[in-house]
């Protein structure tokens, strides 16, 4: 249903199509393959489409209510062209020539951008060689430095009332594969469990999974191959330390892995799209469409 205009006593250069405007267009378009655009309203020589606003009509709307968002989408763009109109024909030449510049400017960023983007996409799906991480890891270490603590390390919370703690806490600490066998079979009565002891945990990480566990008294058992158990009124925690590394000590190379694999991708996109640039002007060159005049 057209939404019907609100008119205001100005000389806004605002028409609106009647419903027999577009039977003379429905007339028209039976010579052609593609029906037009339906247009809503005009100012000067641009047109406001129906296309343009409908995405922003929901469907909660009420008939009464999408007319009148309609109506104030049209003046509101009327308002908005016609001030532009203004601005042109009154704002300095200077002026005019400066924003139409920084317009040009931002149009071309926003294209190349957008190019760029999609062409360094398929980077990132590319697999990183692990020598490659090595190698980078090798020649930077001094500059991955670690900035606190972190450990490795097996981990059970057992509810307060578990009965068969000593056998839990006893395969905990010798770790062999039957033991990992038992553990798994019988972890669903854990309330957290956690026996990957390859990854390496920073220690603010381990505080928030151990209750009773602090930043005043981590230094009494966060110690290599250290075994502690602590208890608090929510559960028994079961903790088994393997390995620990200081702040400042050089970060293990699988603690920073992600960090160096995302420096290294940026590098790869960085000279794809300087190798990119380069052959678009070589190629623009042969072509012929790229020439730099003597002065």
Known sequence: MMPRILRRPTALLIVVLLPALGL?????????QKPEREPLARVGEEYLYLEDIEALLTEDLSAADSAAFVNNQINTWAARQLMLSRARINLPEEKLKEYESLISDYRAELYTRAYKEALVAQIEDTLMPQEELQEFYEKEKENFRLQEKIIQLRFIELPLQFLNREEVTERLRRFEDEDLVFLDS???????LHFNDSLWISVSRVIEEIGPLTYDNEENHLKKSEFFEMEDSTGVYLTQVVDIRQPNDIAPLSYIEPAIRQVLLNRKKMDYLRSLETDLIDEAIRQKEFEVYEK
């Open 24 to 32: 003379v267009a429905g007339c028209e378009g039976l010579f052609r």
């Open 186 to 192: 019988v972890g669903v009565q854990f309330k957290k």
